[in-house]
T-cell receptor, first 109, second 114 residues
Framework: DQQVKQNSPSLSVQEGRISILNCDYT??????FLWYKKYPAEGPTFLISISSIKDKNEDGRFTVFLNKSAKHLSLHIVPSQPGDSAVYFC????????FGKGTRLHILP | DAMVIQNPRYQVTQFGKPVTLSCSQTLNHNVMYWYQQKSSQAPKLLFH???????NEADTPDNFQSRRPNTSFCFLDIRSPGLGDAAMYLC?????????????FGPGTRLTVT
């Protein structure tokens, strides 16, 4: 059973527009959430995180929103840039980090 | 500067022939992890070391072993690779295993089993 679900395998967004990547989780006890970004031939790199005591965390063009009642989080990238094309993994921290399957984001020129 | 290094980047082995994957780190982190990632799947934790303490995930097959001879190096040994073991193997490190730690990943080793 997947505890972290990223239901969109891929997403295409026009350059300059907003990219929204979604993630759902199953356990309401999870209290720390992360997003990782992965380019081809590289390992995942940490992007942004949020604790369950917050509902929003912003870092430059990247904002993560947490809706605890819906067990849903989303990553917003605005404005989207060509270098944002990558695979984005949602993850939660339990006794270990549990990853989703990832969403491949394509930024179109 | 490379921080988590994995060698080789691509490894081909024969069915049943033991293979070892290598990971090294320059971060002096206490924790080192091995993940298996199959195509279009989530990275799956196999085991981790906190310093010299080995922690195996309950569903990691016995076919997978690990060694950490010192802080900098960690090895993944697959004793008898099967076709189902073909995957990307990711090594990661973190300073600690509690608190708001961040994991740093290597580029991965893609294993092919023929």
């Amino acid at each position: 059973d997947q505890q972290v679900k990223q239901n969109s395998p891929s997403l295409s967004v026009q350059e300059g527009r907003i990219s929204i990547l979604n993630c759902d989780y199953t356990n309401s006890m999870f209290d720390y959430f992360l997003w990782y970004k992965k380019y081809p031939a590289e390992g995942p790199t940490f992007l942004i995180s949020i604790s369950s005591i917050k509902d929003k965390n912003e870092d430059g063009r990247f904002t993560v929103f947490l809706n605890k009642s819906a067990k849903h989080l989303s990553l917003h990238i605005v404005p989207s840039q060509p270098g944002d094309s990558a695979v984005y993994f949602c993850a939660v921290r339990d006794d270990k980090i549990i990853f989703g399957k990832g969403t491949r984001l394509h930024i179109l020129p | 500067d490379a921080m988590v290094i994995q060698n080789p980047r691509y490894q081909v082995t024969q069915f049943g022939k033991p293979v070892t994957l290598s990971c090294s780190q320059t971060l002096n982190h206490n924790v080192m992890y091995w993940y298996q990632q199959k195509s279009s799947q989530a990275p799956k934790l196999l085991f981790h070391y906190y310093d010299k303490d080995f922690n195996n995930e309950a569903d990691t097959p016995d076919n997978f072993q690990s060694r950490r001879p010192n802080t900098s190096f960690c090895f993944l040994d697959i004793r008898s690779p099967g076709l189902g073991d073909a995957a990307m193997y990711l090594c990661a490190t973190s300073r600690d295993y509690t608190g708001d730690y961040e994991q740093y990943f290597g580029p991965g080793t893609r294993l092919t089993v023929t």
